[in-house]
């Protein structure tokens, strides 16, 4: 089949047709970008995020990255999920001046600790600027990377069961549709499984709730009190962000994961449009565009931003290169962050639709670890590698409490993660024989989305 000809310019498709094109980079990462304060709602009582804030600054994010990329890469930046087990920590965290805080008080910490995960995108952006990506690398190989964010998604393993034993048969019916889209989808349908495993489990909830069934526990599937309560029209909730050492021990080590998953979108959309937007208009720019929309957002209350592969799928599909296409899509996000009772009617998803797109996304982000190592070809013959892999998953998936002690009189807990990582920086800089050098396995690179010039290997 002879490929489509790429649009770099999409004012030759007229104005109706760059809508269009907007409109369906929207629905792209919709079902994602919304899932994430849904399933943060669920850890905080119904007292987390809210939807209207997310999708705000989902399209502000977007629109300040591509200022910030001199609107040159067409990348849309949604909520990141790789923050879910952090924003599950401090939601159940208990001790120091949490003790006697209610959810809907913790959220704040949350964010703050977002925040400074945020302000770390700059500091790498700054780094990579003087001293170059190579260098940096360097000290993130893939032998610390690749484990790192598999405990991301096995921690969270046990919340997605939970959630989907409210109601098997209706978690088993998202999960087949999901599965279903996913490997015999067709065009568009195939790169948004999970938003039609949303909408077609929500339609048998609907039908389900109708015949009388319920919950496990004996409550009704759904709720729909707060939509005939909210306003058509209204402002986002806005909160304003707090700090706190414990939460931001929490959050900031996951930003290791989410850069690492920028510059693997960054080389992702270069690779797909044919030009190196690592080099031009810089990784150190889209970098300080991700990091300042991810602050931006958490300050206000909503959820970190990451760039977004599902948009880069439909880039892809559609050949049409042109970043304002994907701006159109930003505005479509803002005029939608200002309906409540759009937000509402999200809301009222069933906890065990949830459960089971965690299901998926959870073991996806841990599977994203497993390729990270094999596609990278770390040699685990080697006792060093061994060593920090063993190191990081033990402390990653066993210091379930964390680590908790005290810096004069404040109460400084670390996480699981944040301990994981920092035994898996410190080995890999201590221990003797790192040989891993960014750029000489290229295929390895891509699949990783490390690659500067995304051309593989010749075999």
């Given at each position: 089949?002879?490929?489509k000809?790429?649009?770099?310019d999409?004012?030759?498709?007229?104005i109706?047709?760059?809508?269009?094109l907007?409109?369906?980079?929207?629905?792209a990462?919709?079902?994602?970008t919304?899932?994430v304060p849904?399933?943060?709602?669920?850890?905080?009582h119904?007292?987390g995020?809210s939807v209207?804030v997310?999708?705000?600054?989902?399209?502000?994010?977007?629109?300040?990255f591509?200022?910030c990329?001199?609107?040159?890469v067409p990348?849309?930046?949604?909520?990141?999920?790789?923050?879910l087990g952090g924003?599950?920590?401090?939601?159940?965290?208990?001790?120091?001046?949490f003790?006697?805080?209610?959810?809907g008080?913790k959220?704040?910490y949350a964010?703050?600790?977002?925040?400074?995960?945020g302000?770390?995108?700059?500091v790498?952006?700054?780094?990579i600027r003087l001293?170059?990506?190579?260098?940096?690398?360097r000290?993130?190989?893939?032998?610390v990377?690749?484990p790192?964010?598999?405990?991301?998604?096995?921690?969270?393993?046990p919340?997605?069961v939970s959630?989907a034993?409210m109601?098997w048969?209706?978690?088993?019916?998202?999960?087949?549709v999901?599965i279903?889209?996913?490997?015999?989808?067709?065009g568009?349908f195939?790169?948004?499984p999970?938003?039609?495993g949303?909408?077609?489990?929500?339609?048998a909830?609907?039908i389900?709730?109708?015949?009388?069934?319920?919950?496990?526990?004996?409550?009704?599937i759904?709720?729909?009190a707060?939509i005939s309560?909210?306003?058509?029209?209204?402002?986002?909730?806005?909160?304003?962000?707090?700090?706190?050492?414990t939460?931001?021990?929490?959050?900031?080590p996951?930003?290791?994961?989410?850069?690492?998953?920028?510059?693997?979108?960054i080389?992702?959309?270069s690779?797909?449009?044919?030009?190196?937007?690592?080099e031009?208009p810089?990784l150190?720019?889209t970098?300080?565009?991700?990091?300042?929309?991810?602050s931006?957002?958490?300050?206000?209350?909503?959820?970190?931003?990451?760039?977004?592969?599902e948009?880069?799928g439909v880039?892809?599909?559609?050949?049409?290169?042109d970043p304002r296409?994907?701006?159109i899509?930003?505005?479509?996000?803002?005029?939608?962050?200002?309906?409540?009772k759009?937000?509402a009617a999200?809301?009222?998803?069933?906890?065990a639709i949830i459960?089971?797109?965690?299901?998926v996304?959870y073991?996806?982000?841990?599977?994203?670890?497993?390729?990270?190592?094999?596609?990278?070809?770390?040699?685990?013959?080697?006792s060093r590698?061994?060593?920090?892999?063993?190191?990081i998953l033990v402390?990653?998936?066993?210091?379930?409490?964390?680590?908790t002690?005290?810096?004069?009189?404040?109460s400084?807990t670390?996480t699981?993660?944040?301990i994981?990582?920092?035994a898996?920086?410190?080995l890999?800089?201590i221990?003797?024989?790192?040989d891993?050098?960014?750029?000489?396995?290229?295929?390895?690179?891509?699949?990783?989305?490390?690659?500067?010039?995304?051309i593989e290997?010749e075999e």
């Amino acid at each position: 089949m002879e490929k489509k000809t790429a649009i770099h310019d999409a004012k030759e498709l007229g104005i109706p047709k760059m809508l269009v094109l907007g409109l369906q980079h929207m629905f792209a990462m919709f079902g994602a970008t919304i899932l994430v304060p849904i399933l943060v709602n669920s850890y905080f009582h119904g007292e987390g995020l809210s939807v209207q804030v997310t999708l705000f600054f989902a399209g502000m994010g977007t629109l300040f990255f591509h200022l910030c990329t001199k609107l040159k890469v067409p990348a849309f930046l949604g909520s990141s999920f790789a923050f879910l087990g952090g924003f599950s920590t401090v939601a159940e965290l208990n001790v120091g001046r949490f003790a006697e805080m209610s959810y809907g008080e913790k959220l704040p910490y949350a964010c703050g600790g977002i925040v400074v995960a945020g302000a770390l995108y700059l500091v790498l952006a700054l780094v990579i600027r003087l001293v170059g990506v190579k260098r940096v690398m360097r000290f993130l190989p893939p032998v610390v990377t690749g484990p790192i964010i598999i405990c991301i998604g096995l921690s969270l393993a046990p919340s997605a069961v939970s959630n989907a034993s409210m109601c098997w048969p209706l978690a088993i019916i998202a999960l087949t549709v999901v599965i279903v889209f996913n490997i015999w989808g067709k065009g568009m349908f195939k790169i948004i499984p999970i938003l039609m495993g949303v909408v077609i489990s929500y339609a048998a909830a609907l039908i389900m709730n109708a015949c009388g069934l319920k919950n496990a526990d004996g409550s009704a599937i759904f709720d729909f009190a707060s939509i005939s309560s909210a306003a058509f029209v209204g402002l986002p909730d806005f909160i304003i962000a707090k700090f706190d050492i414990t939460a931001i021990l929490v959050m900031a080590p996951i930003a290791i994961a989410t850069m690492m998953e920028h510059i693997g979108d960054i080389s992702a959309i270069s690779a797909t449009t044919g030009k190196n937007f690592i080099e031009d208009p810089g990784l150190h720019r889209t970098l300080l565009g991700d990091g300042l929309a991810t602050s931006m957002a958490a300050m206000c209350g909503g959820p970190a931003n990451t760039t977004y592969g599902e948009n880069t799928g439909v880039l892809e599909l559609s050949r049409v290169f042109d970043p304002r296409v994907v701006r159109i899509a930003a505005c479509f996000a803002i005029v939608l962050s200002f309906i409540p009772k759009m937000a509402a009617a999200l809301g009222t998803m069933p906890t065990a639709i949830i459960g089971c797109i965690s299901f998926v996304l959870y073991g996806m982000i841990s599977a994203i670890g497993v390729r990270n190592v094999v596609e990278n070809k770390v040699d685990f013959t080697k006792s060093r590698n061994l060593i920090i892999a063993a190191v990081i998953l033990v402390c990653g998936l066993g210091f379930t409490n964390g680590l908790t002690f005290t810096v004069g009189s404040t109460s400084i807990t670390l996480t699981a993660l944040a301990i994981a990582a920092i035994a898996g920086i410190l080995l890999n800089a201590i221990l003797p024989g790192n040989d891993y050098q960014f750029g000489e396995n290229p295929k390895g690179d891509i699949n990783r989305g490390l690659s500067i010039n995304n051309i593989e290997e010749e075999e």
